[in-house]
Protein backbone atom coordinates (compact mmCIF):
# COMPACT_ATOMS: atom_id res chain seq x y z
CA UNK A 1 0.00 0.00 0.00
CA UNK A 2 1.35 3.59 -1.12
CA UNK A 3 0.26 6.61 0.15
CA UNK A 4 -0.37 8.81 -2.95
CA UNK A 5 1.06 12.31 -2.37
CA UNK A 6 -0.02 15.57 -3.91
CA UNK A 7 1.85 18.83 -5.06
CA UNK A 8 -1.05 20.86 -4.11
CA UNK A 9 -0.83 23.27 -1.18
CA UNK A 10 2.99 23.00 -2.33
CA UNK A 11 5.00 25.81 -0.50
CA UNK A 12 8.87 26.48 0.21
CA UNK A 13 9.76 26.63 4.18
CA UNK A 14 12.78 26.30 5.60
CA UNK A 15 14.66 25.45 2.58
CA UNK A 16 12.79 22.24 1.77
CA UNK A 17 9.77 21.48 0.08
CA UNK A 18 7.50 19.44 1.45
CA UNK A 19 4.34 17.89 -0.18
CA UNK A 20 1.38 17.03 1.71
CA UNK A 21 0.35 13.19 1.63
CA UNK A 22 -3.38 12.48 0.10
CA UNK A 23 -5.23 9.31 1.59
CA UNK A 24 -8.32 7.68 -0.09
CA UNK A 25 -11.85 6.89 1.40
CA UNK A 26 -10.12 3.14 2.37
CA UNK A 27 -7.77 5.13 4.84
CA UNK A 28 -9.73 5.04 8.00
CA UNK A 29 -9.20 1.32 8.83
CA UNK A 30 -6.98 -1.02 11.27
CA UNK A 31 -5.75 -2.59 8.18
CA UNK A 32 -4.87 0.56 6.40
CA UNK A 33 -3.10 1.84 9.53
CA UNK A 34 -1.26 -1.66 9.65
CA UNK A 35 -0.11 -1.34 6.35
CA UNK A 36 1.50 2.24 6.62
CA UNK A 37 3.60 0.61 9.57
CA UNK A 38 4.80 -2.40 7.61
CA UNK A 39 6.05 0.04 4.99
CA UNK A 40 7.27 2.21 6.84
CA UNK A 41 11.44 2.15 6.34
CA UNK A 42 12.12 3.17 9.98
CA UNK A 43 10.19 1.03 11.84
CA UNK A 44 12.47 -0.79 13.97
CA UNK A 45 13.90 2.35 15.33
CA UNK A 46 10.65 2.09 17.79
CA UNK A 47 12.67 -1.15 18.98
CA UNK A 48 15.31 1.31 20.08
CA UNK A 49 13.09 2.88 22.67
CA UNK A 50 11.19 1.23 25.96
CA UNK A 51 7.21 2.26 25.69
CA UNK A 52 6.34 2.54 28.90
CA UNK A 53 3.11 -0.26 29.85
CA UNK A 54 -0.24 1.04 30.67
CA UNK A 55 0.08 -1.35 33.70
CA UNK A 56 2.94 0.86 34.90
CA UNK A 57 1.11 3.61 34.29
CA UNK A 58 -1.58 2.40 36.22
CA UNK A 59 0.29 1.42 39.04
CA UNK A 60 1.67 3.92 41.89
CA UNK A 61 5.09 1.99 42.70
CA UNK A 62 8.41 1.72 41.60
CA UNK A 63 8.53 -1.12 38.89
CA UNK A 64 11.27 -2.60 36.12
CA UNK A 65 9.76 -1.40 32.68
CA UNK A 66 7.80 -4.10 30.70
CA UNK A 67 9.75 -4.43 27.21
CA UNK A 68 6.67 -7.31 26.12
CA UNK A 69 3.61 -5.58 28.26
CA UNK A 70 1.03 -4.17 26.49
CA UNK A 71 2.77 -0.22 25.68
CA UNK A 72 0.91 2.43 26.11
CA UNK A 73 0.46 4.95 23.28
CA UNK A 74 2.96 7.87 24.10
CA UNK A 75 2.23 11.08 21.71
CA UNK A 76 3.58 13.21 24.49
CA UNK A 77 7.78 13.33 23.42
CA UNK A 78 6.62 17.24 22.81
CA UNK A 79 7.03 17.65 26.31
CA UNK A 80 9.21 14.40 27.41
CA UNK A 81 10.47 11.97 25.11
CA UNK A 82 10.71 8.35 26.27
CA UNK A 83 13.90 6.25 27.30
CA UNK A 84 16.26 4.96 24.66
CA UNK A 85 17.82 1.12 25.47
CA UNK A 86 20.98 2.90 25.05
CA UNK A 87 20.74 4.96 27.98
CA UNK A 88 20.98 1.88 30.74
CA UNK A 89 24.12 0.66 28.58
CA UNK A 90 26.16 4.23 28.62
CA UNK A 91 24.99 4.80 31.80
CA UNK A 92 26.22 1.47 32.95
CA UNK A 93 29.69 1.79 31.09
CA UNK A 94 29.82 5.55 32.61
CA UNK A 95 29.53 4.68 36.25
CA UNK A 96 31.70 1.59 35.89
CA UNK A 97 34.30 3.94 34.59
CA UNK A 98 34.08 6.20 37.84
CA UNK A 99 33.84 3.30 40.06
CA UNK A 100 36.95 1.43 38.45
CA UNK A 101 39.68 3.92 37.76
CA UNK A 102 38.42 7.53 39.33
CA UNK A 103 39.39 10.55 38.54
CA UNK A 104 41.71 8.98 35.82
CA UNK A 105 38.33 8.99 34.17
CA UNK A 106 39.06 12.09 33.16
CA UNK A 107 41.60 11.44 30.93
CA UNK A 108 41.41 7.97 29.68
CA UNK A 109 39.24 6.36 26.92
CA UNK A 110 38.62 2.89 27.95
CA UNK A 111 38.42 0.10 25.23
CA UNK A 112 34.52 -1.42 25.23
CA UNK A 113 33.27 1.44 26.52
CA UNK A 114 30.84 3.77 24.39
CA UNK A 115 32.20 7.06 25.51
CA UNK A 116 35.27 9.33 25.37
CA UNK A 117 37.49 9.75 28.15
CA UNK A 118 35.32 12.92 30.48
CA UNK A 119 37.52 15.98 29.51
CA UNK A 120 36.14 14.91 25.88
CA UNK A 121 32.61 13.52 26.38
CA UNK A 122 31.43 17.38 25.66
CA UNK A 123 32.59 17.06 22.35
CA UNK A 124 31.77 13.26 21.90
CA UNK A 125 27.95 14.78 22.39
CA UNK A 126 28.82 17.46 20.21
CA UNK A 127 30.05 15.79 17.23
CA UNK A 128 26.55 14.01 16.80
CA UNK A 129 24.40 16.86 18.01
CA UNK A 130 25.54 19.20 15.35
CA UNK A 131 23.84 16.66 12.30
CA UNK A 132 20.47 17.24 14.12
CA UNK A 133 20.93 21.38 13.72
CA UNK A 134 22.71 21.55 10.63
CA UNK A 135 26.08 23.01 11.93
CA UNK A 136 29.64 22.64 12.50
CA UNK A 137 30.54 20.10 15.80
CA UNK A 138 32.70 23.59 16.15
CA UNK A 139 29.47 25.59 16.51
CA UNK A 140 27.81 23.35 18.60
CA UNK A 141 27.96 22.91 22.60
CA UNK A 142 26.07 20.73 25.33
CA UNK A 143 26.04 22.59 28.38
CA UNK A 144 23.33 23.77 30.69
CA UNK A 145 19.60 24.13 30.44
CA UNK A 146 17.69 25.69 27.44
CA UNK A 147 17.27 29.17 29.69
CA UNK A 148 20.32 28.95 31.74
CA UNK A 149 21.82 28.83 27.80
CA UNK A 150 19.40 31.81 26.55
CA UNK A 151 20.34 33.93 29.71
CA UNK A 152 24.12 33.30 28.90
CA UNK A 153 23.99 34.02 24.68
CA UNK A 154 22.16 36.98 25.72
CA UNK A 155 24.46 38.33 27.58
CA UNK A 156 26.78 38.34 25.11
CA UNK A 157 24.30 39.08 21.97
CA UNK A 158 22.39 41.60 23.71
CA UNK A 159 24.13 44.74 23.42
CA UNK A 160 21.53 47.83 23.71
CA UNK A 161 22.63 50.92 22.43
CA UNK A 162 21.11 54.48 22.67
CA UNK A 163 19.07 53.63 19.88
CA UNK A 164 18.48 50.04 19.89
CA UNK A 165 17.16 48.66 22.90
CA UNK A 166 14.23 46.57 22.17
CA UNK A 167 13.96 42.81 21.91
CA UNK A 168 11.10 41.65 19.42
CA UNK A 169 9.90 38.29 20.99
CA UNK A 170 6.84 35.83 19.92
CA UNK A 171 3.22 36.95 21.98
CA UNK A 172 2.78 33.78 23.49
CA UNK A 173 6.45 32.71 24.34
CA UNK A 174 6.98 29.96 26.39
CA UNK A 175 7.46 31.81 30.44
CA UNK A 176 10.94 31.05 30.76
CA UNK A 177 11.83 32.85 27.54
CA UNK A 178 9.76 35.51 28.54
CA UNK A 179 11.40 35.72 31.77
CA UNK A 180 15.07 35.18 30.14
CA UNK A 181 14.33 38.83 27.87
CA UNK A 182 12.49 40.56 30.67
CA UNK A 183 15.36 40.38 33.38
CA UNK A 184 18.38 41.18 30.67
CA UNK A 185 16.35 44.27 29.59
CA UNK A 186 16.13 45.57 33.57
CA UNK A 187 19.84 44.23 33.56
CA UNK A 188 20.63 47.29 31.10
CA UNK A 189 18.65 49.55 33.42
CA UNK A 190 15.68 49.17 30.68
CA UNK A 191 11.80 49.14 31.29
CA UNK A 192 10.97 45.89 29.83
CA UNK A 193 7.40 47.38 29.26
CA UNK A 194 8.93 49.62 26.66
CA UNK A 195 11.75 47.05 25.42
CA UNK A 196 9.68 43.60 24.93
CA UNK A 197 7.65 44.01 21.75
CA UNK A 198 5.50 41.09 21.45
CA UNK A 199 4.63 39.98 17.74
CA UNK A 200 0.97 38.00 17.82
CA UNK A 201 -1.48 37.01 14.98
CA UNK A 202 -4.32 39.14 13.29
CA UNK A 203 -7.05 38.62 15.50
CA UNK A 204 -9.35 35.97 16.02
CA UNK A 205 -5.83 33.92 14.93
CA UNK A 206 -3.59 31.14 15.71
CA UNK A 207 -1.05 31.26 13.10
CA UNK A 208 1.35 34.11 12.91
CA UNK A 209 2.29 34.81 8.69
CA UNK A 210 5.60 35.72 7.70
CA UNK A 211 4.67 38.84 6.72
CA UNK A 212 3.24 39.58 10.35
CA UNK A 213 6.77 39.38 11.51
CA UNK A 214 8.23 40.97 9.03
CA UNK A 215 6.58 44.08 9.44
CA UNK A 216 7.32 44.17 13.01
CA UNK A 217 11.00 43.83 12.32
CA UNK A 218 10.35 46.92 9.65
CA UNK A 219 8.14 48.71 12.17
CA UNK A 220 11.21 48.33 14.31
CA UNK A 221 14.29 48.15 12.29
CA UNK A 222 15.72 51.51 14.23
CA UNK A 223 15.17 50.59 17.55
CA UNK A 224 15.45 46.98 18.08
CA UNK A 225 18.57 44.96 18.74
CA UNK A 226 17.49 41.21 18.48
CA UNK A 227 15.21 38.87 17.56
CA UNK A 228 14.38 36.26 19.35
CA UNK A 229 11.61 33.32 18.72
CA UNK A 230 11.02 29.79 18.96
CA UNK A 231 11.51 27.63 15.76
CA UNK A 232 7.95 26.17 16.62
CA UNK A 233 5.33 27.41 18.55
CA UNK A 234 4.27 25.21 21.77
CA UNK A 235 1.43 26.08 22.03
CA UNK A 236 0.30 25.70 18.71
CA UNK A 237 2.83 23.67 17.07
CA UNK A 238 3.51 25.88 14.37
CA UNK A 239 7.01 26.37 12.52
CA UNK A 240 8.74 29.59 11.65
CA UNK A 241 10.43 29.96 8.19
CA UNK A 242 13.78 30.58 9.95
CA UNK A 243 15.50 31.69 7.03
CA UNK A 244 13.46 33.87 5.59
CA UNK A 245 12.49 35.72 8.58
CA UNK A 246 17.25 35.37 10.13
CA UNK A 247 17.49 37.13 6.47
CA UNK A 248 15.01 39.96 6.81
CA UNK A 249 15.86 40.46 10.07
CA UNK A 250 19.73 40.73 9.70
CA UNK A 251 19.14 42.76 6.86
CA UNK A 252 17.45 45.52 9.46
CA UNK A 253 20.57 45.03 11.35
CA UNK A 254 19.27 43.05 14.17
CA UNK A 255 21.23 40.12 15.73
CA UNK A 256 18.81 36.69 14.91
CA UNK A 257 18.44 34.15 18.12
CA UNK A 258 15.86 31.46 17.95
CA UNK A 259 14.74 28.88 20.72
CA UNK A 260 14.78 25.78 18.86
CA UNK A 261 13.14 23.75 22.09
CA UNK A 262 10.75 21.90 19.98
CA UNK A 263 12.51 21.90 16.57
CA UNK A 264 15.34 20.16 18.10
CA UNK A 265 14.91 16.45 16.91
CA UNK A 266 11.69 17.39 15.22
CA UNK A 267 12.31 18.98 11.79
CA UNK A 268 15.55 19.70 9.69
CA UNK A 269 17.33 22.44 10.76
CA UNK A 270 20.31 24.39 8.93
CA UNK A 271 21.60 26.95 11.41
CA UNK A 272 24.89 27.56 9.53
CA UNK A 273 23.48 27.84 6.30
CA UNK A 274 20.68 30.26 7.55
CA UNK A 275 23.27 32.13 8.90
CA UNK A 276 21.77 31.82 12.41
CA UNK A 277 23.54 34.34 14.81
CA UNK A 278 22.82 32.24 18.17
CA UNK A 279 20.54 29.56 18.95
CA UNK A 280 19.54 27.21 22.09
CA UNK A 281 17.51 23.96 22.94
CA UNK A 282 16.63 21.52 25.16
CA UNK A 283 17.61 17.56 24.73
CA UNK A 284 14.53 16.04 26.74
CA UNK A 285 11.51 16.33 24.14
CA UNK A 286 12.16 14.91 20.69
CA UNK A 287 15.78 14.48 22.12
CA UNK A 288 14.90 11.89 24.13
CA UNK A 289 17.96 12.21 26.35
CA UNK A 290 15.63 12.67 30.19
CA UNK A 291 14.25 14.89 32.05
CA UNK A 292 16.03 18.08 32.54
CA UNK A 293 18.66 16.80 30.15
CA UNK A 294 21.54 18.83 29.35
CA UNK A 295 21.17 21.32 26.79
CA UNK A 296 22.96 23.06 23.91
CA UNK A 297 23.78 25.92 22.41
CA UNK A 298 24.46 26.96 18.42
CA UNK A 299 27.08 30.28 17.99
CA UNK A 300 27.79 31.32 14.17
CA UNK A 301 31.58 30.73 13.15
CA UNK A 302 31.71 34.08 12.72
CA UNK A 303 30.94 34.87 16.57
CA UNK A 304 33.30 32.31 17.87
CA UNK A 305 36.45 33.26 16.62
CA UNK A 306 39.43 34.37 18.27
CA UNK A 307 42.04 36.93 16.96
CA UNK A 308 45.58 36.53 18.26
CA UNK A 309 47.15 39.43 16.19
CA UNK A 310 47.92 41.42 19.12
CA UNK A 311 50.03 38.39 20.63
CA UNK A 312 49.00 35.27 22.72
CA UNK A 313 48.19 37.50 25.99
CA UNK A 314 45.90 39.46 24.41
CA UNK A 315 43.18 36.84 22.44
CA UNK A 316 39.74 39.08 20.61
CA UNK A 317 36.73 37.22 20.89
CA UNK A 318 33.23 38.30 21.34
CA UNK A 319 32.65 39.46 24.84
CA UNK A 320 30.73 36.45 26.63
CA UNK A 321 30.47 35.59 30.48
CA UNK A 322 33.59 33.26 30.76
CA UNK A 323 34.17 30.19 32.92
CA UNK A 324 37.26 27.68 33.52
CA UNK A 325 36.35 25.43 30.55
CA UNK A 326 35.03 27.94 27.92
CA UNK A 327 39.50 27.93 27.76
CA UNK A 328 41.77 26.37 25.78
CA UNK A 329 42.20 22.61 27.00
CA UNK A 330 45.86 22.39 26.06
CA UNK A 331 46.49 25.56 28.88
CA UNK A 332 43.79 24.52 31.05
CA UNK A 333 45.63 23.32 33.45
CA UNK A 334 48.38 25.93 33.90
CA UNK A 335 46.39 27.47 36.11
CA UNK A 336 47.52 30.79 35.58
CA UNK A 337 44.13 32.98 34.77
CA UNK A 338 44.90 33.90 31.44
CA UNK A 339 41.80 33.20 29.29
CA UNK A 340 42.64 31.24 26.05
CA UNK A 341 38.79 31.09 24.66
CA UNK A 342 38.33 27.82 22.88
CA UNK A 343 37.00 28.95 19.30
CA UNK A 344 33.84 28.50 18.31
CA UNK A 345 30.30 27.53 20.81
CA UNK A 346 32.82 25.84 23.02
CA UNK A 347 34.35 28.86 24.05
CA UNK A 348 30.77 30.07 25.85
CA UNK A 349 30.59 26.96 28.02
CA UNK A 350 31.51 27.88 31.15
CA UNK A 351 31.99 25.38 33.75
CA UNK A 352 33.06 21.37 34.37
CA UNK A 353 29.86 19.79 32.28
CA UNK A 354 27.76 17.17 34.29
CA UNK A 355 29.36 13.64 32.77
CA UNK A 356 26.29 12.16 34.16
CA UNK A 357 23.99 14.40 32.35
CA UNK A 358 26.48 14.27 28.91
CA UNK A 359 26.22 9.98 29.18
CA UNK A 360 22.31 10.07 28.82
CA UNK A 361 22.91 13.09 25.87
CA UNK A 362 25.23 10.80 24.17
CA UNK A 363 23.07 7.51 24.10
CA UNK A 364 20.38 9.19 22.78
CA UNK A 365 22.43 10.76 20.29
CA UNK A 366 23.24 7.51 19.47
CA UNK A 367 20.03 6.98 18.36
CA UNK A 368 20.13 9.78 15.96
CA UNK A 369 23.34 8.28 14.43
CA UNK A 370 21.48 5.76 13.14
CA UNK A 371 18.87 8.05 11.00
CA UNK A 372 18.72 11.58 9.45
CA UNK A 373 16.69 14.41 10.30
CA UNK A 374 15.58 14.06 6.40
CA UNK A 375 14.26 10.35 6.72
CA UNK A 376 12.83 11.42 10.67
CA UNK A 377 11.36 14.60 8.76
CA UNK A 378 9.36 12.72 5.94
CA UNK A 379 7.94 9.98 8.26
CA UNK A 380 7.21 12.85 10.18
CA UNK A 381 4.74 14.88 7.34
CA UNK A 382 3.02 11.34 7.01
CA UNK A 383 2.29 10.87 10.85
CA UNK A 384 1.08 14.30 11.11
CA UNK A 385 -0.68 14.22 8.01
CA UNK A 386 -2.80 11.01 8.31
CA UNK A 387 -3.58 12.29 12.06
CA UNK A 388 -5.15 15.60 10.78
CA UNK A 389 -6.83 12.83 8.10
CA UNK A 390 -8.59 11.02 10.61
CA UNK A 391 -9.29 13.66 13.36
CA UNK A 392 -11.25 15.77 10.37
CA UNK A 393 -12.93 13.06 8.76
CA UNK A 394 -16.60 12.57 8.76
CA UNK A 395 -17.13 15.92 10.36
CA UNK A 396 -17.43 19.45 9.62
CA UNK A 397 -16.94 22.89 11.30
CA UNK A 398 -20.46 22.88 12.17
CA UNK A 399 -20.47 19.84 14.00
CA UNK A 400 -17.03 19.22 15.04
CA UNK A 401 -16.08 19.84 18.46
CA UNK A 402 -12.55 20.60 18.45
CA UNK A 403 -10.44 22.83 16.14
CA UNK A 404 -6.96 22.03 14.53
CA UNK A 405 -5.11 25.25 15.74
CA UNK A 406 -1.92 24.25 14.23
CA UNK A 407 -1.25 24.78 10.30
CA UNK A 408 -2.71 22.91 7.97
CA UNK A 409 0.50 23.22 5.88
CA UNK A 410 3.30 20.47 6.41
CA UNK A 411 5.84 23.58 5.84
CA UNK A 412 4.78 25.38 8.39
CA UNK A 413 4.11 22.46 11.19
CA UNK A 414 6.29 19.97 13.16
CA UNK A 415 5.26 16.74 14.54
CA UNK A 416 2.89 18.21 16.82
CA UNK A 417 -1.31 18.91 16.13
CA UNK A 418 -2.52 21.04 18.50
CA UNK A 419 -6.52 20.25 19.04
CA UNK A 420 -8.40 23.39 20.78
CA UNK A 421 -11.64 21.61 22.31
CA UNK A 422 -15.03 23.38 23.01
CA UNK A 423 -15.61 24.72 26.65
CA UNK A 424 -15.72 22.52 29.37
CA UNK A 425 -14.56 19.21 27.57
CA UNK A 426 -10.45 19.45 28.78
CA UNK A 427 -10.45 17.68 31.56
CA UNK A 428 -13.35 14.86 30.24
CA UNK A 429 -11.51 14.24 27.22
CA UNK A 430 -7.81 13.82 29.18
CA UNK A 431 -9.11 11.89 31.34
CA UNK A 432 -10.98 9.46 29.07
CA UNK A 433 -7.36 9.23 27.06
CA UNK A 434 -5.03 8.88 30.26
CA UNK A 435 -7.70 5.43 31.22
CA UNK A 436 -6.94 4.13 27.90
CA UNK A 437 -3.51 4.11 28.03
CA UNK A 438 -3.14 7.04 25.70
CA UNK A 439 -0.74 10.22 27.23
CA UNK A 440 -0.84 13.35 25.60
CA UNK A 441 0.11 16.45 26.97
CA UNK A 442 -2.60 19.25 27.87
CA UNK A 443 -3.06 23.00 28.08
CA UNK A 444 -5.19 25.06 30.12
CA UNK A 445 -8.10 26.45 28.76
CA UNK A 446 -8.50 23.67 26.37
CA UNK A 447 -5.99 22.51 24.14
CA UNK A 448 -4.86 18.90 23.97
CA UNK A 449 -1.39 18.70 22.16
CA UNK A 450 -0.90 15.16 20.35
CA UNK A 451 2.59 14.67 19.08
CA UNK A 452 3.39 11.44 17.15
CA UNK A 453 7.11 10.90 17.00
CA UNK A 454 8.13 9.14 14.09
CA UNK A 455 11.41 7.99 15.92
CA UNK A 456 8.97 5.19 18.20
CA UNK A 457 5.34 6.13 17.22
CA UNK A 458 3.16 4.38 14.60
CA UNK A 459 0.54 4.78 12.43
CA UNK A 460 -1.68 2.31 14.01
CA UNK A 461 -1.08 4.29 17.30
CA UNK A 462 -2.60 7.51 15.06
CA UNK A 463 -5.37 5.51 13.77
CA UNK A 464 -6.37 4.73 17.79
CA UNK A 465 -6.17 7.55 19.19
CA UNK A 466 -8.47 9.46 16.92
CA UNK A 467 -11.13 6.27 17.66
CA UNK A 468 -10.83 6.95 21.31
CA UNK A 469 -10.92 10.60 21.38
CA UNK A 470 -13.54 10.67 19.10
CA UNK A 471 -15.30 8.49 21.33
CA UNK A 472 -14.06 10.64 24.36
CA UNK A 473 -15.88 14.10 22.49
CA UNK A 474 -19.29 11.94 21.95
CA UNK A 475 -19.69 10.59 25.18
Not at 90 to 116: K, N, R
Request: charged share 20%.
Amino acid sequence: MTINMTASGLNETNGVKMSKPVFTATAASKEYAAALDTEDPLHKLRDLFIIPSKANLASKKLAKPGLSEDPCIYFCGNSLGIQPKAVGKYMEAQLDTWSSIGVCGHFTTLEDSPLQQWQLLSEQASASMCKVVGASAEEVAAMGTLTTNLHFLLASFYKPTEKRQKILMDWKAFPSDHYAIESHIAWHGLDSKENMVLIGPEEGQYEISTEKIFSYIDKHAEDAAVLLLPGIQYYTGQLFDIPRITAHAQSRGLIVGWDLAHAYGNVEIKLHEWNVDFAAWCTYKYGNAGPGAMGGLFVHERHGQVDYSAGEDAPKFRHRLTGWYGGDRSVRFQMDNKFKPIPGANGFVISNPSVIDLTTLCAALSVFDQTSMMDLRQKSVKLTAYLEYLLLKDTTEETRLFEIITPSDPNARGAQLSLLLKPGLLHKVAERLQDAGIICDKREPGVVRVAPVPLYNTFSEVYTFVETFKGALSS
